[in-house]
């Protein structure tokens, strides 16, 4: 079992900037793919970005492509989001989000509780 706690989010004007973070326990982090999906009212949830096991992989979805930057810590078992650029369109739970997989899968097991990101506009 893998335990996934979010970190990060909040309210933030459009144009500005949020990092999220997400601590992951109870498997080794380095035979985990982690990604982060974001999900808004009335829309399943979407893919966001991912990462493979060593950081070496990355993907992302279209729209936040050039604006956001995922990257991992194997030491500390963390995984971040840095958003920049922010758009109201942004505004989303969004979820940490993991797997035993050596690549960037399409798909997760394991899911975190959620943090709210508001961007104003």
């Known amino acids: 079992q893998v335990q996934l706690v979010e970190s990060g989010g909040g309210l933030v004007q459009a144009g500005g900037s949020l990092r999220l973070s997400c601590a992951a326990s109870g498997r080794p982090f380095s035979m985990l793919a982690m990604g982060w999906f974001r999900r808004t009212p009335g829309k399943e949830r979407a893919f966001v970005a991912g990462i493979n096991w060593s950081g070496g992989t990355t993907n992302y979805a279209d729209s936040v492509k050039g604006r956001f930057t995922i990257s991992r810590d194997n030491a500390k078992s963390t995984v971040d989001l840095q958003m920049n650029s922010l758009k109201p369109e942004d505004t989303a739970v969004y979820y940490c989000?993991?797997?035993?997989?050596?690549?960037?899968?399409?798909?997760?097991?394991?899911w975190g509780q959620g943090t709210q990101v508001t961007v104003s506009s």
């Open positions: 989000v993991a797997k035993f997989s050596r690549l960037v899968p399409a798909t997760y097991d394991y």
